[in-house]
């Protein structure tokens, strides 16, 4: 048995191994994955996870050894129900998600847009700009409660470029006061250009923008329908993820993907690659299109959806650009910023809320009250438990949020989304141990 990822520290700590002497069986929220060198074993609760070679993972319940070190390793239980001592453990685990310095920023400069996509949720919505005054106000707020190193702002909307002169502002006023922050954003990418562009490696100490592509030019430019009448939109965007890529800055291209453009992506993404292979700050995930519950352009089915999405990340994945991610090695103590007490979202007029898709509802106060509504806070971080739960490989790090838009259908999609997710995380964490493993030998 070889350890590829090590236990969490505090599952190790909190949670004693079962019984040597009663019968065992594999714990139900162990993941096995087939490899070249034998088989991969991944505990979902602990985030270890080890190599058995051939011989091991066919008779570990016969090797005394072995199967002592796998109940010490949490791989092997004998308790009748297992979910019970997760369930503790999770309750203890629950207190660690408490109070914290708020350190997390996302921030509308407005909610209107240069797009009319059509799966936008925000297109009933309120269309705002947040003025000069606004803006000053927002960046003497984050100095008002920041008491870390440093803060993490992230530019949202609408399209934040639609309204880059609040970005200024604050970012003005946040330097001027030796404020120590970085920025992230998510747009479009249509305005940038070469003077933005550098305001946002000096001025904005932006990091990476995140830009989504449905479709090549022709289905692109009909998707995102600008409201100018420029003839392809989908050429300066090209254009201008050049120059980002070129100032230093992190590209993260997002394809949406329904069933309408499952072909046209895999033409996309080999248009892409090509075009920005050479970038090393270049990256290229897909996502399955969902709108809160509303079924925009399904697929025939849920597994016709997932084998689409499956084929495409592992394609994206071989190339090299593609969003590679590892084990969690921390326990995670909340599901998102909405339950996260490190983070809000401030709105254009200065409204504060716990969920960057929550723009006009389930607010918690404003940059101009001296206290949030501790009741809606609260009611953020209530989940659902559901019976069926209990079985689930996932639930011993999963929290459905009640409150939480994504739950109107329930989770069939996201947990066999997740999955596949998880599965490529131990894929590349194999991977790297493998090429460790080579680089020591040299």
């Known amino acids: 048995m070889k350890i590829i990822c090590p236990s969490n520290d505090a599952v190790k700590r909190l949670i004693k191994p079962c019984d040597y002497h009663k019968d065992v069986h594999l714990s139900k929220y162990c993941l096995r994955i087939p490899c070249m060198e034998g088989e991969l074993f991944y505990n979902n609760l602990s985030h270890e996870l080890i190599l058995l070679d051939e011989e091991e993972k066919n008779n570990y319940l016969n090797n005394q050894k072995l199967k002592e070190e796998l109940i010490d390793h949490l791989f092997l239980v004998n308790e009748d129900d297992e979910t019970k001592r997760v369930n503790e453990f999770k309750n203890i685990i629950s207190l660690f998600n408490r109070k914290k310095d708020l350190n997390k920023f996302v921030i509308f400069p407005t909610t209107d847009c240069n797009a009319r996509c059509f799966y936008c949720y925000e297109l009933t919505r309120k269309r705002i700009h947040m003025n000069e005054e606004v803006a000053k106000d927002v960046a003497n707020y984050i100095i008002k409660k920041n008491n870390s190193n440093k803060i993490s702002i992230q530019w949202f909307g609408g399209e934040p470029l639609y309204n880059y002169k609040a970005?200024?502002?604050?970012?003005?006023?946040?330097?001027?006061?030796?404020?120590?922050?970085?920025?992230?954003?998510?747009?479009?990418?249509?305005?940038?250009?070469?003077?933005?562009?550098?305001?946002?490696?000096?001025?904005?100490?932006?990091?990476?923008?995140?830009?989504?592509?449905?479709?090549?030019?022709?289905?692109?430019?009909?998707?995102?329908?600008?409201?100018?009448?420029?003839?392809?939109?989908?050429?300066?965007?090209?254009?201008?993820?050049?120059?980002?890529?070129?100032?230093?800055?992190?590209?993260?291209?997002r394809l949406n993907m329904d069933n309408r453009n499952v072909d046209?992506?895999?033409?996309?993404?080999?248009?892409?690659?090509?075009?920005?292979?050479?970038?090393?700050?270049?990256?290229?995930?897909?996502?399955?299109?969902?709108?809160?519950?509303?079924?925009?352009?399904?697929?025939?089915?849920?597994?016709?959806?997932?084998?689409?999405?499956?084929?495409?990340?592992?394609?994206?994945?071989?190339?090299?650009?593609?969003?590679?991610?590892?084990?969690?090695?921390?326990?995670?103590?909340?599901?998102?910023?909405?339950?996260?007490?490190?983070?809000?979202?401030?709105?254009?007029?200065?409204?504060?809320?716990?969920?960057?898709?929550?723009?006009?509802?389930?607010?918690?106060?404003?940059?101009?009250?001296?206290?949030?509504?501790?009741?809606?806070?609260?009611?953020?971080?209530?989940?659902?438990?559901?019976?069926?739960?209990?079985?689930?490989?996932?639930?011993?790090?999963?929290?459905?949020?009640?409150?939480?838009?994504?739950?109107?259908?329930?989770?069939?999609?996201?947990?066999?989304?997740?999955?596949?997710?998880?599965?490529?995380?131990?894929?590349?964490?194999?991977?790297?141990y493998k090429k460790d493993s080579i680089l020591k030998e040299l």
């Open 167 to 253: 970005i200024d502002i604050i970012s003005d006023i946040l330097n001027e006061k030796r404020i120590n922050f970085n920025s992230t954003m998510v747009s479009n990418g249509y305005l940038f250009d070469e003077e933005l562009i550098d305001k946002a490696v000096n001025k904005w100490h932006l990091e990476y923008v995140q830009i989504t592509i449905d479709g090549t030019e022709e289905l692109y430019n009909a998707t995102k329908a600008y409201i100018y009448k420029d003839p392809s939109p989908f050429k300066k965007i090209i254009n201008n993820m050049h120059l980002l890529l070129e100032k230093g800055i992190r590209v993260e291209a």
């Open 264 to 432: 046209d992506l895999n033409i996309l993404s080999d248009q892409l690659l090509s075009e920005f292979g050479k970038y090393n700050n270049f990256t290229i995930y897909t996502r399955l299109l969902k709108d809160f519950g509303h079924k925009i352009h399904e697929f025939n089915s849920i597994k016709e959806a997932l084998d689409n999405y499956e084929k495409l990340q592992n394609k994206l994945l071989a190339s090299g650009h593609g969003q590679i991610h590892y084990v969690q090695k921390e326990y995670q103590y909340n599901q998102c910023m909405a339950d996260d007490d490190g983070s809000i979202t401030i709105l254009p007029d200065g409204r504060i809320g716990k969920c960057e898709h929550e723009s006009e509802e389930n607010l918690i106060g404003s940059i101009y009250d001296e206290s949030f509504d501790e009741e809606m806070i609260k009611s953020w971080k209530d989940s659902i438990y559901i019976e069926d739960c209990n079985n689930c490989f996932l639930y011993p790090n999963c929290i459905l949020l009640k409150k939480c838009a994504w739950n109107i259908d329930g989770c069939d999609m996201y947990r066999q989304e997740a999955l596949i997710n998880i599965k490529n995380k131990i894929l590349a964490e194999y991977n790297r």
